[in-house]
């Protein structure tokens, strides 16, 4: 009389736990959107980093694009800005 009891818990307890594998919190399907919710995730990053590499880029180009206009005019051409003295020494 016992073991068919026991039998039956184990049968109940062997499909409750399918259950959960199939249809529960945690469930493979469940996984695998996980996963692929991940993998799109991994792909708007990486191309968020590479857009955020090329705005550093050309801000990097533009501070020092500024400076190096900026000394080849105060070299070359001679510029002074508003409020400065320019003097020339010559040997």
């Given at each position: 009389m016992g073991r068919p009891r026991i039998t039956l818990m184990l049968i109940t307890l062997l499909l409750v736990l399918h259950a959960q594998l199939w249809f529960g919190r945690g469930s493979l399907s469940g996984v695998a959107q996980l996963q692929a919710q991940l993998a799109e995730q991994y792909q708007r990053n990486s191309q968020a980093e590479i857009a955020n590499k090329q705005l550093a880029a050309e801000v990097r180009?533009?501070?020092?694009?500024?400076?190096?206009?900026?000394?080849?005019?105060?070299?070359?051409?001679?510029?002074?800005?508003?409020n400065e003295i320019y003097v020339q020494i010559s040997r």
């Open positions: 180009d533009l501070k020092e694009g500024l400076e190096m206009v900026e000394e080849k005019a105060r070299m070359e051409l001679g510029m002074v800005k508003a």
